[in-house]
């Protein structure tokens, strides 16, 4: 492991040892994971809490990935019902959605903090280049940003979760069902739960993190980097038409561009081969940091 990087886990560690409680908007990713993570293991659970938005705009595959991450590390994760579609302005789909959503839900996550707590946010210096609406609420809102502070980059949270042994180090990055719908098209539940059930199913035969919009009675998918000569082979293919005729769709048309998947030079840097002596050198500078006593 590099000196810059141990660097910005030590700026990580210090941001969190100033704050006296914070209240992490986790949606499961390895961004709000790795914060919830670090936040618990320094402030403990009754300063660290996770805000998690139970909604019909996340998968029945995230949700449970998501609880599940919360258990296996013994996170506190407060779960709060939502239906953004209420939020006015938002099944309407235009430009400004993410916006509409993530300012209504984090005012939702701040009327619920606790007395002198923080609502902490998992945007990264990675997303400062990139076209993301929601940030501006983030701003407006005055909601914190640990990785925007410590200037860590997305690169560095999955090196950091590879590191301390935490599961979502190569998790795929997602985005909420709302995405799959084109932008002017509006948003229904029953278009949500059918893209959730035909990606889960997609996910089934081998084409996990596919991505899948629809248009009346036809199937756009995206596939990850390496998956589109599945969809060649003969079986293969059979497979997804069922799922198609199975829905009551009439074509499927594969996308040519594929979803990057993680990076060969990520699993170069952090040792993937299996080395594992980086990750005990983290963990025993974290809990030296952090002031942890572990066996």
Known sequence: MDSALLHKFHRLTHWFKQQDSVAVAYSGGVD???????????????QCRGFFADSCLMSREARHSCLAFAKTYHLDVHIIPLDPLDFQGFKRNQ?????????????VFIKRLPPQSLLVDGTNCDDLHRDRPGFKAVKLLGVATPYLDCQVSKSDIRSLSYHLGLVTWDKLSDSCLATRVNVGSGITKKQLHVIDQLEAEFHHIGLGGCRVTTRKDVIFLTVRTGQRVLCLDPGFDQSVRDICQCFNFSKVFLDLSEREGILPSLLDYIGFAGDNGPAKQLITYFNKMSGISQG
């Open 95 to 107: 430009a400004d959605r993410c916006y509409i959503c993530k300012f209504q839900t984090y005012q």
């Open 32 to 46: 709000s994971a790795l914060l919830l993570y670090l936040g618990s293991q320094i402030l403990g659970d009754k």
